[in-house]
């Protein structure tokens, strides 16, 4: 494969995209107890941003996937619809409001999305719409009017970083990323924003990235790739099971880098691709160790299955089995809650040729072996489990087939965090 | 349909059943931490316990239901294969230790059944075999020989209690229960002790529960009946998602009664499956409510669904949901995360026409009506969900299938309980 490497960037590194977040007061104005966001100024020093727009210089090719809940946020219908002719040429976000189930949830997107036209001099089916947060709760216009119009003014190379602090719901850190490549011999850049803490799982649990590049490629062969790295990342990451009305993965790019246009599954096609595919799954540990509450990040990764269906079955449902999760949190190298797990999973799989241990950066202990518990030093486990990034490694006695899973312990944080989220 | 009603009493209230439990030390040779078991007397004044015998001085027409999961403890093998012939006549069960996930399991549920059978004198054949506990760890046999030799002398009518004791893992207060009712003219008992607490999930998530009764019935419609209260109870259970590897809902009829043998579905038939689902339906509550670190039970009612299958799914989703779980707990009426697991749910419904409520004993609200969260009064909302029962409502407007799962709330406990469950 072509050599790839990830930078310090943002969703504005690919040329031609601007972007910045502002402090709309969106949260203030959708919930009284938060009313003390309403005093905080329209670019604050940190934190409380929530509303952000990414704008690109030219019309993109882009693709975008969503969630597969059946409720879905009117975002998402707006979204898909301006996304139906495979041309976008920017985002506008908010977070603190999901504008999910109101019943003036399709006028509000489309005002969302009109404003954001007027204020960028763009078409307004050109415009990415995408919302975060209380569900249910009517969503408030008027900050995002004051919001865009700031907006404008400031779009800027260096404000990435305000657009992904202005996605954050209940993460506590934000999510940004670039990565670049070579393609026939033209520097092509990658950029991404990403949030995501709660209400994540496998299907789609992304609730919202935006990604950026300049590669020059047409929406058929973004939506393909777009779809293919997303299989093995975001499709693979799960914090609680749940999956909310408002997922969006959605890429745009400019074709500013030059490259001959990607039409086909050639080798810049693949190259691009598995770029893509690698800051997808960073960006997917990056969800899960974020996830509420977490206090590590839990790979599961399953080797020897008889076919990818199973391996990646195995590897989900151990990664979301609440058990093993509490039992991460309290480093208790319990293998009978990883067996069980697997065993619940739904694939067929020889149990009698399970091994399973575990990993961290201080050393890998094996603690069952042919589908039976062993004896194992439980101080040598314990120091393996305190670390801060766990693998739990499962061989399996079937076939030559392997997938990961991205998850997290269970803690009383989350439990704390969402036993009262809105207030 | 015939009355029944609930009578004070225990596996041992149907004619021909005694019963008792001990303190054998069986945790105490499981897991060095829980040494301090070992000085527990054979009869302790509470708790503790962790061997039951269930004897009936006659053999019984016999039935089961068993764990779905893949990894299976050797004694669900041992005891499909004892009631292949549908006769039993005595159950032996310990906690403390699964015995699942061991290379000797088979040998030692072999054993326990052994010597049960021959301090009973009963055939080998006629004794139900089940464990429940830590899993991978080597069962101790010396203690289950021990207290099996204790236990045959002290088998009586009043010992049911003991053996519902004897069962116990993490539940905080045993699940004893009889109910009578009259079939053709003779006064029919039923009675049974559980135990589950966590692990607990839609699939036949009982971990163990043992029914006796005087009914005379043949053992395949025992086994029909048997089904067919479980469907609706024990399978609309869930705490955390997890099923275990030990999961066995036994039956025996011992024919004391005196009526006429059910052998086809006529009135009797419908009557005393009747009977056993609502008293299943209650345990089912009670296992509920004593999940893992809950602080009260939920039940999910869903109505207005196009099929049974859908109302059971749409049930089981909100009852599952961590969100929902953790919202419960902390008393907040969010309706956007039930619109969510219903969304997820993998049932079609149309979701402008769903309506959700909240009740308790202090009344109800209406939080969402045609798929639009409501405006209401947070002060009411609070007051109803601070009740130890909760009732999520939810009206589909697709038809008029009904369904009713029962779960309880996410809270510190259960991580605390599950991050070290070992020790």
Redesign the interface.
């Known amino acids: 494969m072509n050599d790839f490497k990830f930078i310090n960037g943002s969703v504005t590194s690919p040329l031609g995209f601007t972007a910045n977040g502002v402090c709309a007061g969106i949260k203030a104005a959708t919930n009284a107890t938060q009313a003390a966001q309403a005093n905080e100024p329209l670019l604050p020093k940190s934190g409380k941003r929530d509303l952000a727009v990414i704008y690109c210089e030219r019309p993109c090719t882009a693709a975008a996937l969503f969630t597969?809940?059946?409720?879905?946020s009117d975002t998402i219908y707006l979204t898909q619809a301006h996304l139906a002719n495979g041309t976008a040429q920017a985002v506008i976000v908010n977070s603190g409001n999901?504008n999910?189930?109101?019943?003036d949830g399709m006028e509000k997107a489309e005002a969302m999305g009109r404003l954001a036209a007027q204020a960028l001099g763009i078409d307004e089916n050109d415009v990415i719409v995408a919302s975060t947060g209380?569900?249910?709760?009517a969503l408030p216009i008027e900050p995002i009017e004051k919001g865009v119009e700031a907006l404008k003014d400031i779009l800027s190379k260096d404000g990435g970083t305000n657009a992904a602090e202005a996605i954050m719901t209940t993460d506590t850190v934000k999510k940004e990323w670039a990565v670049q490549l070579e393609l026939s011999g033209k520097t092509v850049t990658i950029g991404g924003i990403a949030k995501g803490s709660?209400?994540i799982?496998i299907?789609m649990g992304t609730t919202l990235s935006f990604v950026t590049t300049d590669a020059a490629i047409s929406a058929e062969m973004l939506r393909s790739a777009l779809t293919e790295a997303a299989d093995v990342s975001y499709n693979m990451v799960s914090v609680?099971?749940?999956?909310?009305?408002n997922d969006t993965l959605a890429i745009m790019a400019s074709g500013l880098a030059g490259n001959p246009e990607i039409t086909e599954k050639n080798a810049d096609y693949r190259d691009f691709t598995e770029a893509l595919t690698e800051a997808f799954k960073a960006v997917a540990k990056k969800l899960a160790a974020d996830g509420e509450g977490a206090t590590k990040l839990i790979i599961a990764k399953v080797s020897g299955a008889k076919d990818e269906s199973s391996a990646k079955t195995i590897a989900k449902s151990v990664i979301?089995?609440?058990?093993v999760k509490?039992?991460m949190?309290?480093?208790?190298a319990?293998?009978?809650?990883i067996?069980?797990?697997?065993?619940?999973?739904g694939a067929?799989?020889d149990?009698k040729k399970i091994d399973v241990s575990y990993q961290s950066a201080k050393g890998g202990i094996l603690?069952?072996q042919?589908?039976?518990?062993?004896a194992f030093d439980e101080d040598k486990a314990k120091e393996i489990l305190l670390e801060n990034e766990i693998t739990i490694v499962i061989k399996l006695g079937d076939g030559t087939a392997a997938a990961e899973a991205y998850g997290c312990d269970?803690?009383?944080d989350?439990?704390?965090?969402?036993?009262?989220?809105?207030?």
Chains 1, 2 share one sequence.
Request: hydrophobic share 30%.
């Open positions: 597969k809940n059946l409720v879905k999901a999910a189930c109101n019943p209380v569900i249910g709760q709660g209400m799982h299907n609680d099971g749940d999956t909310s009305t979301c089995s609440s058990l509490a039992a949190f309290g480093a208790d319990n293998c009978g809650r067996l069980c797990a697997i065993g619940y999973s067929q799989t149990v603690v069952c042919n589908g039976c518990g062993l269970l803690t009383y989350y439990v704390k965090i969402n036993g009262d989220y809105r207030t």
